[in-house]
Structures are given as structure tokens and as C-alpha cells.
């Protein structure tokens, strides 16, 4: 799929609006006239405008980006989930970042680090390994769902754990 590069000045000297009308008028605030936002809303077809998610991002301090850590995608049950997830995910308007420890308790450290930097609003973490080590969690300013897998005798119960974990997490960002 082809995504334009127009950006709202663009779409503002097309226009002949300032930057701030285009914005609002985009956003359908209500103080501007009906006439200008069918104006402006053309454009913005017509030239494919997107949204850029970064500085939306930054401006609500919201990413609407979930991280899913899982021991390795290739196992198909781990597929499952992710799959599951993402559907799940998209139907909310969140999107999901996947990254995969290869069973490693350092590569989930890692994992950890790299989603606390603010790209992501709430994670679940999927582990080999028993929660002895909480340091990695103490820091982070982000909710984690942890699941224990260390112990798991049959595979058959994780997804709906995951899941739960999943909407638990969703229904705290929401509220």
C-alpha cells in the first residue's frame, strides 16, 4: 500500500488554511465550519494523508503499542498467541510489537529494556524462567503481565491465560 508523505503544512499551503485549521479540521473539532473541513478532508484523500504516529504519539503520551515477549515464535503454540493477539490488538486500534527471548533470561532482560523506552504502553511477558529475579521489573514504568511457563506440564491452558492477561491489561490502559 502506497503512504503519501503530505504533511499537514502541505496539506495547509494546498488549502490556503494555517497549519492549526488543518489540524482541527482533521480532528473534526467543532470550531470549524462544516464547508472547511469538506475541504480540507478532500485534500487529505486525494493526496493519502496519514496521520504521523510518532508525533501523535508524543502528544497524547500514548502509543497505542502492546508488546508480546515469547520464547520463540516458531513454536506453533507461541504463533497461536501472537496470532490471537494481533487480531485482538488491531480490533482495539493498538498495534503490536513482537519479540521473541529465545528462552533466555538475558535476551528477556534485554527485551525489558528495550520496551521501556516509552514505545509501547503495556507489554506481556511470556517466561521459562520464575520471577526470582524482580530488579528487571522494578524499574520499568510499564505494565507487565508476567506468565510463568517454567512449570507448565501442557501448553493447552496458555492461551486463554494470555489472553486474559491481555484484555486485563487493555481494560487499564482504556480506564
Known amino acids: 500500500m502506497y503512504q503519501s508523505t503530505i504533511t499537514l503544512k502541505s496539506i495547509s ?22 464547508k472547511t473541513k ?22 497524547k ?20 498467541i ?5 487480531k485482538m490488538s488491531f480490533k482495539q486500534g493498538y498495534r503490536l510489537l513482537v ?11 534485554q527485551c525489558l529494556k528495550n520496551i521501556n523506552d516509552g514505545s509501547v504502553d503495556a507489554a ?3 517466561s521459562n524462567f520464575k520471577q526470582d529475579n524482580a530488579s528487571i521489573f522494578i524499574n520499568n514504568q510499564l505494565p ?14 496458555l492461551k486463554e491465560q494470555v489472553i486474559i492477561s491481555f484484555k486485563k491489561s487493555l481494560k487499564q490502559l482504556i480506564s
Open 38 to 59: 469538506e475541504i480540507i478532508k478532500n485534500i487529505a484523500i486525494e493526496h493519502n494523508y496519514v496521520p504521523n504516529f510518532s508525533a501523535l504519539s508524543l502528544r
Open 82 to 86: 501472537i496470532s490471537d493477539i494481533q
Open 144 to 157: 507487565i503481565e508476567y506468565i510463568d511457563i517454567s512449570n507448565l506440564q501442557n501448553k493447552k491452558g
Open 61 to 80: 503520551q500514548r502509543t497505542r503499542t502492546f508488546a508480546i515477549i515469547v520464547p520463540e515464535i516458531a513454536d506453533a503454540c507461541y504463533g497461536g
Open 124 to 126: 506481556i511477558m511470556i
Open 13 to 34: 499551503i494546498l488549502s490556503g488554511y494555517s497549519v492549526s485549521t488543518v489540524s482541527k479540521a482533521l480532528n473534526g473539532k467543532s470550531d470549524i465550519s462544516s
Open 99 to 109: 519479540f521473541q527471548s529465545f528462552s533466555s533470561e538475558e535476551q528477556e532482560e
